[in-house]
C-alpha cells in the first residue's frame, strides 16, 4: 500500500503544475496583442483551472477516506520538482522581449514535464479513481501538445494565431 503522506504530495505537486500553467499563460495574455491569440491564451489558462479543480476534488476526496496519517517518517516528496517542469531559469525573459512562437515553444516543453510526472505517478494509488484522473491528466496534457504544437507551426510559418479549439 503507497503511503498516504506520498499520495497528498503526489497531488500537492500536480496541483502547483496547473497553478503554475494558468499563471503562465494568465502572465502571457496582456502580451498578445492578436485577439485570436487572447481567445488562445484563456483557453488554454481556462483548461489549467479546469485539471486544478479536479485535482482539488482528488486532494479533499483523499483526506476524507484516509483513516489517519500514518507515523512513519514522512516520504522525500522531491519527485520532479516545479523548477525541473516549468524551466524557471528560462522565466525572467519569457516575457522580457516577447516572442510569440518561442513563448508557445515554450509552453510545449512544459506540457511536455507535465505529461511526464503524470505518466510517472498515474498508477500511485490503491484508489482506481485518482489513479484514472492522472491517465487523465496525461492525455488532456498531450492533447494540449498537440494544439500548442499547431499554433506554434501556424505562428511560425505565417505568423498567424489559430483560434482555440471549440469543444
Known amino acids: 500500500m503507497v503511503r498516504t503522506d506520498r499520495v497528498l504530495g503526489t497531488i500537492q505537486q ?37 485539471h486544478l479543480h479536479w485535482l482539488e476534488e482528488a486532494y479533499t476526496k483523499q483526506l476524507i477516506n484516509m ?51 503524470y505518466e510517472r505517478y498515474q498508477d500511485l494509488s490503491d484508489d482506481d479513481n485518482l489513479n484514472e484522473l492522472f491517465k487523465k491528466l496525461v492525455d488532456f496534457e498531450r492533447d494540449h501538445i498537440k494544439i500548442l504544437e499547431s499554433q506554434f507551426e501556424s505562428l511560425k510559418n505565417n505568423g498567424e494565431w489559430e483560434a482555440p479549439p471549440k469543444h
Open 14 to 50: 500536480a496541483m502547483e503544475i496547473e497553478r503554475f500553467g494558468y499563471g503562465f499563460y494568465n502572465s502571457m495574455r496582456p502580451f498578445v496583442k492578436d485577439t485570436k491569440g487572447q481567445k488562445f491564451i484563456s483557453y488554454l489558462a481556462n483548461l489549467e483551472l479546469q
Open 67 to 117: 483513516d489517519a496519517f500514518d507515523e512513519a517518517e514522512p516520504t522525500n516528496m522531491s519527485l520532479i520538482g516545479k523548477d525541473e517542469i516549468f524551466l524557471v531559469d528560462n522565466m525572467p525573459d519569457m516575457f522580457k522581449d516577447f516572442d510569440p512562437v518561442g513563448a508557445i515553444e515554450y509552453a510545449i516543453k512544459v506540457e511536455q514535464k507535465s505529461v511526464e510526472f
